[in-house]
């Protein structure tokens, strides 16, 4: 089976002679259908600078990126912007809602961006919110809800179109304990029943340890990575996490 997302020697190099920041060197891994990656490093390991050329916000200095089988570097202007709306999905800190639509039209904005069925937009829409657990707020204003229901609104809005790759940004970093927990448990229980692929960069450790997998990142360059065993609860595999992070010299939020 083919990767979902494919890096091959990926570089970024910002700034010209003299004063030259090398963000990623070399960098290679990919992702198969159904994982859950986590991408945590130190403060400049490369983390963002990853997610932001796989998200096409950024371009790769040299290097290669495939996600569905599709070369990123290869797309230009309609055929990019198509492709990053129709096939890529986005979880951001700041959940980035419209103010003035409420949560169903919120999510049900993909669709009609990306040319859905009207018939079958509220539909989706809806099934989007239940598989959140944000159906509660589907006739709400984005500020009469609180901070987890609206990143957990975001995430049914990046789910929505059934994206081959879900990018999430620190999606928990604005978000309380509870609230993070409720996030993260329904991202892994859409991981674990819909089979959605999803690569989070994350600080936290306890984030992290809802992941299948974790590719740690130092100085642009690939330092270690782990699995989460089949059957490993994930305190134990939170306490592996501490313990790389600890060994990079990060910050892991013990909860």
């Not at 890529?88 to 003035?100: A, E, H, M, R």
């Not at 993260?184 to 600080?203: D, F, P, S, W, Y």
């Not at 936290?204 to 590719?215: K, M, Q, T």
Request: charged share 25%; aromatic share 6%; net charge negative.
């Amino acid at each position: 089976m083919e990767p979902i997302l494919n890096v091959e020697a990926l570089t970024k190099t910002y700034g010209g002679k003299g004063n030259r920041t090398n963000a990623l060197r070399g960098l290679s891994f990919s992702v198969e259908p159904g994982e859950f990656v986590g991408i945590m490093g130190p403060s400049g390991s490369g983390k963002t600078t990853l997610l932001n050329c796989v998200s096409t916000i950024d371009t790769p200095t040299s290097g290669h990126i495939a996600v569905d089988g599709v070369s990123l570097t290869k797309l230009r202007g309609k055929a990019l912007a198509k492709f990053r709306r129709e096939r890529l999905g986005f979880i951001f800190q700041d959940c980035n809602l419209l103010d003035t639509l409420t949560g169903l039209e919120n999510i049900a904005l993909a669709l009609t961006i990306g040319g859905a069925e009207a018939k079958t937009v509220e539909k989706n829409a809806r099934r989007a919110a239940r598989l959140l657990g944000v159906e509660e707020v589907l006739d709400k204003f984005p500020y009469q809800m609180s901070g987890g229901q609206q990143q957990r609104l975001a995430a049914a809005r990046a789910m929505v179109t059934r994206p081959a790759l879900v990018l999430a940004d620190e999606p928990t970093g604005a978000l309380d304990s509870k609230s993070a927990e409720l996030l993260l448990g329904q991202l892994e229980e859409l991981n674990r029943e819909e089979g959605a692929t999803i690569l989070m960069v994350t600080h936290d450790a306890f984030a992290a340890s809802w992941c299948s997998r974790i590719l740690f990142l130092r100085d642009g360059e690939l330092y270690q990575e782990l699995h989460r065993g089949d059957g490993e609860d994930r305190q134990s595999f939170f306490r592996e996490v501490l313990s790389v992070v600890s060994q990079l010299g990060g910050e892991g939020h013990d909860r």
